[in-house]
């Protein structure tokens, strides 16, 4: 028995010690069977340069005005009257000094009449106290000679002194009539040409608002003229644009009333000082060539490039 239970020992560790190296080798192959299996790893893609987003850009600096020009007013009456005779309506182009319209001043040339003709009486008037003085001076001298000689006394000589004096002071008193009746007449003319309106400058007749037999008071707005050029556009910059613009720089301007038209603007003034209420300074342009449809009144862009 004991024999039997040594020989069941030593198969035992036959079998176990043959057993442990082929489980090695099955433990190798199933794991090496497992990494073949496996999917690969993808590989690391590469690094590519991110971009800076891309700065907007600035938007076109575009300012509007309205179209102006430099000589336009309300031609308004002078003195109260009634208006005798419109002569242009609108929209007449006229010369500077045409006469527009006239008030009725025949009471005013009456009385103009009557000035003139006071004037020329009292200028008659002086001529003759000169021309007496004359005598009077010439009887002076003659009485000087006749005292020297002692032909006459010295009261006579006196007497005669006294007389061309008398004369000289009377002549400064005519002379004064006379001014003053030259005054009044020159007054009187003034009257007449404030009865008279006519045109400034170069125009054309924008507007009208009198009508004939109609009686108007001193102030009452007559006509609106206007010139038609140089047509003109005034706006305002921002203060960290000043000393960008220059006198002389050019811009394209167009206007949404002219159909698309593009034209070009002259920078003609730009104001020395920044207004401190707004941070804002005053750019004048003025446009140049053939202004097109372009009119007084309309609204225009300008495009400011390159001003940044």
Known sequence: MARMQSARKWIFWVILLTAMPLAGCGSDKSQSSMV??????????????????AAAADPELVVSGPIIVEHEVDLTAQRDGVVAKIFYDVPTRVKTGTLLAQFDDRQIQSQLESARAKSRSVEADLNNWKAERKVMQADYMRAQQAASQGLISAEQLQHAQFQVESHDWDIKR???????????ERSLELEVQKSRIVAPFDAVVARRYIRESQTVAKGDRLFWVTSEAPLLIRFTLAERLFGKVRRGQEFEVDSPDAGGEVHTARVREISPVIDPASGTFEVLV???????SLRPGMTASVHLDHMR
């Open 286 to 292: 003025e446009l140049i060539g053939n202004p097109g």
């Open 174 to 184: 005519v002379t004064e009539l006379l001014n003053n009746a030259q005054q009044d």
């Open 36 to 53: 073949s299996r496996a999917a690969p790893l993808p590989a690391a893609p590469a690094a590519t340069p991110v971009k800076p987003p």
